[in-house]
């Protein structure tokens, strides 16, 4: 089912999103006349490599720059990628890779070869599903950027701020997986581009009756400042 619901979904999005995505992807090339599809080797299922695409968002030699992780003003990113990551466009061709298998709408987000290597135990477990456009962790952090935002190191502060909380989180996702949950994180997604706090609100609504740590609520929930901590 989960999968069948993928593919139908994938496919609306993209026909309907093909009106906005044809326009940008001859923007970006224009900017500076490179390809507009950045393609990135990622971890999936069962510890199997694909190629994930994104509109790019960045300067072609991006990844021979700088880090993976990346703030909202990080000088890599071009005039037309600060606008594609505000509303979260550059993830549109990921339904791509929904289409075609690599990726599932919802489940935890594809790491680099190099931060899975580093997983514990547990967090391999995330590994034994589709990586997906979004998730539990993706609305809590939907400003991930921000956080990372005049450090020195981004992908240190990801890992000490970022990493402990999205790797529980979906952990959560792997235990309760359901297409209900899956239609509730996708509507969370959408609403958390244009109304963040209500969105997080609603998501606390639903992690309540998932019986999640009281800390990790907390967490969840965004209102306080994020601390470091170890992942699971």
């Excluded at 069962?46 to 003003?73: C, E, P, Q, W």
């Excluded at 599932?104 to 135990?121: K, L």
């Excluded at 609520?217 to 699971?232: D, V």
């Amino acid at each position: 089912m989960k999968r069948l619901f993928d593919i139908i979904f994938s496919l609306c999005v993209l026909s309907v999103s093909s009106l906005v995505l044809l326009p940008i992807l001859f923007l970006i090339y224009l900017e500076d006349k490179h390809s507009p599809i950045y393609v990135a080797s990622r971890m999936g299922r069962n510890f199997r490599t694909f190629k994930m695409y994104k509109l790019r968002s960045m300067v072609v030699n991006a990844d021979s720059i700088g880090g993976s992780s990346t703030s909202n003003h990080d000088p890599r990113i071009t005039k037309m990628g600060r606008v594609v990551r505000k509303y979260k466009l550059d993830e549109l061709m990921q339904f791509v890779n929904v289409l075609i298998g690599d990726m599932s709408v919802v489940g935890p987000r594809p790491q680099v070869q190099a931060a899975v290597q580093g997983y514990t135990f547990e967090e391999r477990k995330l590994l034994g599903i589709r990586p997906g456009i979004t998730d539990i962790a993706s609305v809590v952090f939907s400003d991930e950027g921000d956080i990372l935002e005049g450090v020195a190191d981004p992908d240190q502060s990801y890992d000490l701020l970022i990493r402990p909380w999205k790797s529980r989180l979906g952990l959560i996702y792997l235990r309760r997986s359901s297409l209900m949950l899956d239609i509730k994180l996708i509507l969370l997604t959408a609403l958390a581009v244009i109304k963040r706090d209500l969105a997080l609100f609603l998501l606390q609504r639903v992690l309540l009756g998932f019986d999640v740590e009281p800390y990790l609520m907390e967490i969840a929930s965004r209102q306080k400042p994020l601390f470091a901590g170890e992942p699971p």
